[in-house]
């Protein structure tokens, strides 16, 4: 069997045409027919007013703290188990990091380690929908908006997931998502931001376009600023790809499924996990392993490429990695984050690619489980056959 991968894209004709077509006449007075569109698309499929495509999530990321006023001084709260990209621009602004807990279940921002967190210099949290499951976004947003502390929502994995009927991206001061082809909804690489903030909407489409005013002519700059723009063939495609929406969901929550019939009665492991009221649409199936298998993400991974399968480790703690861990942050973080610390070693995402079939899942699933089984036998110093 061919090489099982972890992640990719469902591309058909109709992506094919319309990229084709965006090359061959998204030019001229064309230019930013295709920005439009999925831009329109975009804000209706979520419900918000306004929408930007943009080259990645980082920069919208990015551009949502600047456009918040965030910098040196500053101190901004994060998720420790999550993406650098959720950090990053924190840092690239030149305020602070400061990385709470996870919450057990559903691996994302837990409300009372954000609450516990707060500062003064705190100007903003940015919840993260880790591998699509949802936050707790009511109690993250009680304890925002008593602290009067903007949400930028980090759902750059989360396109679909519903959280008490409404969509991930829609919780946030500003929201955005990811489109790298590593996910649901991919034009290659791009983001887009939303909002229903017109006045952060406007100062991010200044900063994003080199400090000048939108359709400004006359190439003139009022302030030094980044060029953060998709071009019309990534945005062809991702209006493909929206029109698609709901069958690159379905086959997401299909192989969910699959995978939790196969994995079903295993003990000792936990799949991604479903909160009352939510409907969460899963990027990555992710498994964490009780450490009594004995076995490491690390190890876990090295298992299963063997055996031709591709996975990926659980988000290290940001606290732990080489980027971050000499922060004083990091320091606090590390004697803070129990629940972080304690899944993190342990969790591997399973192939949830847009080309996974059943059978794909099952021999991931057999494949798993007897890896299992050789990690518990190891343990006790017994052969596995
Ligand atoms: C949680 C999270 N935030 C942000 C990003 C950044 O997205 P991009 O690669 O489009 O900049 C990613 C990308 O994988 C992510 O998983």
Not at 237 to 248: K, M, N, S, V
Not at 294 to 299: F, H, I, Q, V
Request: hydrophobic share 40%; proline share 5%.
């Amino acid at each position: 069997m061919e090489r099982i991968a972890v992640a990719g894209p469902s591309i058909t004709a109709k992506e094919i045409d319309y990229v084709t077509d965006a090359v061959t006449n998204a030019w001229y007075g064309n230019a930013n027919v295709y920005h439009e569109r999925f831009e329109k698309a975009f804000a209706d499929y979520l419900g918000m007013e306004y929408t930007m495509t943009l080259p990645s999530c980082t920069s919208g990321i990015h551009l949502a703290l600047l456009a918040l006023g965030v910098g040196p001084g500053d101190e901004v709260i994060v998720p420790d188990a999550t993406w650098i990209a959720s950090a990053a621009p924190i840092t690239y602004v030149g305020a602070t990091p400061v990385f709470a807990d996870i919450d057990e279940r559903t691996w994302c921002l837990s409300a009372e380690s954000f609450e516990a967190c707060i500062t003064p210099a705190t100007k903003a949290v940015i919840p993260v929908a880790l591998y699509g499951n949802m936050p707790d976004m009511d109690a993250i947003r009680e304890v925002a908006s008593r602290h009067r502390i903007p949400i930028v929502e980090d759902a750059a994995e989360a396109i679909g997931s519903e959280y008490k009927g409404r969509r991930a991206g829609s919780f946030g001061d500003a929201s955005v998502f990811s489109f790298h082809g590593s996910k649901t909804l991919t034009t290659g690489e791009g983001g887009m931001l939303v909002t229903n903030d017109a006045k952060l909407f406007a100062r991010t489409q200044f900063l994003r376009d080199h400090g000048r005013k939108p359709g400004d002519k006359m190439f003139f700059n009022h302030e030094v600023a980044y060029k953060y723009k998709m071009s019309s063939m990534q945005a062809a495609l991702g209006l493909a790809q929206l029109e698609r929406i709901e069958e690159l969901l379905d086959h997401k929550r299909q192989t969910f499924k699959w995978y939790e019939e196969e994995l079903k009665g295993v003990d000792g492991i936990t799949l991604n996990y479903e909160a009352p009221e939510t409907k969460p649409v899963y990027w990555m199936v992710t498994v964490v392993v009780d450490p009594k298998f004995n076995l490491s993400k690390e190890r876990l991974m090295e298992e299963m490429s063997e055996r031709n399968i591709d996975c990926r480790p659980f988000f290290h703690p940001l606290s732990s990695i080489p980027a971050y861990r000499d922060t004083e942050q990091a320091l606090l973080a590390r004697a803070r984050n129990q629940v972080s610390y304690r899944i993190s070693p342990y969790g591997l995402n399973l192939p949830s690619a847009l080309n996974m079939t059943e059978e794909k899942v099952r021999v991931v699933c057999a494949t798993l489980r007897k890896t299992l089984l050789g990690g518990v036998n190891a343990a006790r110093g017994v052969d596995t056959p």
